[in-house]
DNA sequence: ATCAGCCTTCCAATCGTTGGAAGGTCAACT
DNA sequence: AGTTGACCTTCCAACGATTGGAAGGCTGAT
């Protein structure tokens, strides 16, 4: 990762944004891909249907990535892998990438995601209960019929 | 939910598993997908490819749900939007149906799973953090360029 | 010069879900 | 007894998300 002094970019005629977008430890699809977990085909077909924005492309046409445009795709990652449709995704990445939305759209629009997550949270963790559960009641030889005990205790 | 004394079922010569079975609570498969929140076309479905037991029928051929069975249901429902494939449901659903294996290997298989939720936990958190570190920059007038703070940030 | 990596478009296949159609039985209510 | 809605079956189509291959071509580093 490189540091930065702004006094130094600015001298440059370069800004902060322009900065982590084209100069911050660019890099290829292949190494996005690999870095983000997310596959090199499968980045080229989010960018065609909008979930993330248009790379940018050296002068020969092959796309550039920024540590933060791997951010995203980390991010699109961990959604998917946690139950998210693509629509529920390309609103959430939309949430931060929007500069032009009113600051309090974007902030009520993240805490009312931020609800659906914890809730999330929630189903997981009685889902771990139920697992534990499952696991202290077999220590004996005999396993008791958890269903039915399940079923019973709730 | 039934209250049942022990000794007044097998005075009927019922034992609980057949009690939790066939007579707790029983319902079609309508009531049972309204409960679970499961598409009766996919409970039949899931049936049909062995991610839950079959059904045991009435004379003329209705399916009969117990509130166990509605429980396994609520789980595999749960498990799907929690981004689980339905080959890990069938094994984690098998867990806990398949009385025939040994105790130990059901809670090692048990506390791995466990392990991968509580992953899913932490994957879950991170993203709630990333949504809470949104919605407190955006207070003033002007929203910060959050994707690049991400990408310095981390 | 070679070879991996990138570009494009198109097409096929998988998985999980949902819906409809067709043809039939069952249970409950008037 | 008749009607109505819920259930039974099988089959077929479609969607969303992902992955892979094929074909044809350019780029960049060794």
New binding site residues.
């Given amino acids: 990762m490189l540091l930065l002094d702004r006094y130094f970019l600015s001298s440059l005629g370069l800004d902060l944004p322009t900065v982590g977008r084209f100069i911050i430890d660019p890099?290829?699809?292949?190494?996005?891909?690999k870095i983000s977990g997310?596959?090199?085909?499968?980045?080229?077909?989010?960018?065609?249907?909008g979930?993330i924005p248009k790379?940018s492309?050296?002068?020969?046409?092959?796309?550039?990535y920024s540590d933060s445009d791997v951010h995203t795709l980390t991010f699109?990652?961990r959604a998917?892998?946690l139950g998210?449709?693509?629509?529920?995704?390309?609103k959430l990445v939309g949430l931060w990438r929007n500069r032009s939305r009113a600051s309090a759209d974007v902030k009520a629009l993240a805490l009312e995601h931020v609800g659906d997550l914890e809730q999330k949270v929630e189903e997981l963790q009685s889902m771990i209960k139920t697992l534990r559960h499952l696991a202290r009641n077999c220590r004996g030889d005999q396993r008791p019929d958890c269903p039915i005990i399940e079923g019973l205790a709730q």
Same sequence: chains 1, 2.
């Fill in positions: 890099m290829n699809i292949g190494e996005a891909a997310v596959n090199a085909k499968l980045i080229r077909h989010y960018e065609s249907i979930i790379a492309r050296t002068g020969s046409g092959y796309r550039v699109v990652k998917r892998r998210f449709s693509m629509k529920e995704i390309k």
